[in-house]
């Protein structure tokens, strides 16, 4: 394999984040319903992780701790933002805190200003930056965002939202991200075609000097909406359980709709990488494809794993993760070391030839060597992965308030709202069936020490009336 100088031929870096996307939706990761040709591709030239993490189960803290590299507690956003709560200013005055309609320069509920986030660490390394879709890290006024994207780094900006995109908007006029937005590509123009036109077009424009692109899809986000030709053709389709002899019974896994939409985002991976080998830019871009967070469990299942979006158990945090790089990456590995997004920061500081400050703290560690094919070092190998999601009341699609470790083979989850402990060994009981937490003590022990050791060091912060188990 050719080594590349980073210090002349820097690569260009694509992060395409899809919102919900679980684990098992993937043609790659075994679905034989949905149909993701480009991605299965990619997969197949590049690398697969099977033991992928968010550092959330929900979407803000998990996209605040992919751009700061630090877990939730420390960068100080551990729930998503909501559109109902002070921080999000709806032009019904009676429905706001602040007189004026307008979100306050010293509001916390914000990404930290402080933060150098991943954005600005490739502008400090001579990037061209872009972000196109999803922000949700800040929050909005009669405005709009008034703390977007434009000032944490990104050069441009591109159909991000206005307000929350919750209820949906996947169809022009944008209503919810901006509806002053004019259609390029004809009437009832789709969200998510606009959006890989979009990227395509920041490939062409930048072509010339190193990238850096952060393709925030808003799909597979509910409220649902797929093309209609799309839906149509996925509820005829058979399933592939049929084809495998079984019975047709559509289940949360055949989601006509969702199938539809990952479809929609699948086209735009094609599109770009044949946009990048046209333009030959292709041997030299990374390009990474993932999810936030878990899926709901309301509209999906995750694979085989437990529990979905909102949930610390397997199916909230493990994520789909695949990576191209014809350069620096040999194609057609699969690892199963666990790896967190958090390490996205170190990693791509590590392929561009960045030196992070010793002040700056990172709680990612750098995967640049398994990317290479390299076995995993010490380090990698005995990681220890934190997850801090307090609540003060129970997520609407079924998460708690919780906190969690997995050292090894063994996850300790310890729910804050009545103290009680879930232990499970993921080498053998990888759906998380059978909780040993009165069966192996002494590991119950242990990882509780850890956890309580680390909530100290981040200050990680536990809702009042709250506590970790056994306290």
Not at 392 to 401: E, I, K, T, V, Y
Request: hydrophobic share 35%; glycine share 10%; with cysteine.
């Amino acid at each position: 394999m050719n080594i590349v100088n980073f210090e002349t031929n820097k690569p260009n870096i694509i992060f395409i984040l899809v919102d919900d996307l679980g684990w098992g939706e993937l043609g790659c990761y075994g679905n034989l319903y949905n149909e993701t040709p480009y991605l299965d591709e990619m997969a197949r030239q590049g690398m697969r992780f099977t033991t992928a993490y968010a550092s959330a189960p929900v979407c803000s803290p998990s996209r605040a701790g992919l751009l700061t590299g630090q877990v939730p507690p420390r960068n100080g956003i551990t729930d998503y933002l909501r559109p109902d709560s002070e921080w999000y200013l709806p032009l019904n005055p009676e429905l706001t805190s602040f007189a004026d309609h307008e979100l306050p320069d010293d509001t916390g509920f914000r990404l930290d200003p402080n933060s150098v986030t991943m954005a600005q660490m490739f502008q400090k390394a001579s990037y061209h930056t872009g972000i196109i879709g999803k922000w949700h890290l800040s929050g909005y006024d009669e405005q709009g965002v008034k703390f977007g994207p434009d000032q944490y780094g990104f050069d441009e900006v591109i159909l991000s939202e206005q307000v929350g995109i919750a209820g949906g908007s996947y169809f022009h006029p944008y209503v919810r991200v901006d509806p002053s937005i004019e259609p390029v590509l004809g009437e009832n123009e789709y969200l998510v075609d606009r959006m890989n036109y979009e990227a395509v077009e920041f490939i062409r424009r930048n072509q010339s000097e190193p990238f850096f692109l952060y393709l925030s899809h808003y799909a597979v986000h509910t409220a649902l909406a797929g093309k209609p030709d799309m839906v149509e053709h996925f509820m005829r389709k058979e399933s592939g359980r049929e084809e495998l002899g079984e019975p047709l019974n559509r289940t949360k896994r055949d989601n006509p709709v969702l199938a539809a939409m990952l479809k929609s985002v699948d086209e735009g991976v094609g599109m770009i990488r044949q946009t990048l080998e046209a333009l030959g830019l292709d041997r030299n871009t990374l390009i990474v494809f993932t999810s936030d967070n878990g899926g709901e469990t309301k509209i999906t299942v995750n694979g085989h794993l437990r529990g979905g979006k909102s949930m610390t158990y397997e199916g909230g945090l493990r994520v789909p993760l695949v990576v191209s790089w014809p350069e620096g990456i040999p194609g057609g590995m699969v690892r199963s070391e666990p790896t967190i997004n958090l390490d996205f920061y170190p990693t791509f500081a590590d392929v561009i030839g960045y030196d992070i400050p010793a002040h700056q703290l990172i709680d990612g560690v750098s995967i640049h060597s398994l990317l290479q094919g390299e076995e995993p070092e010490e380090h990698q190998r005995e990681r220890q992965f934190y997850w801090h999601y307090p609540l003060d009341q129970n997520h609407f699609l079924g998460g708690r308030s919780s906190v969690a470790n997995r050292t090894g083979e063994w996850k300790l989850i310890e729910f804050l709202d009545d103290r009680s402990a879930e232990l499970y060994n993921l080498l053998t009981d990888e759906t998380e069936s059978v909780n040993l937490a009165e069966q192996e003590p002494e590991q119950r022990r242990k990882q509780h020490a850890l956890i309580k050791e680390w909530l100290e060091e981040v200050r990680g912060i536990i809702p009042p009336s709250q506590g970790t188990a056994d306290e």
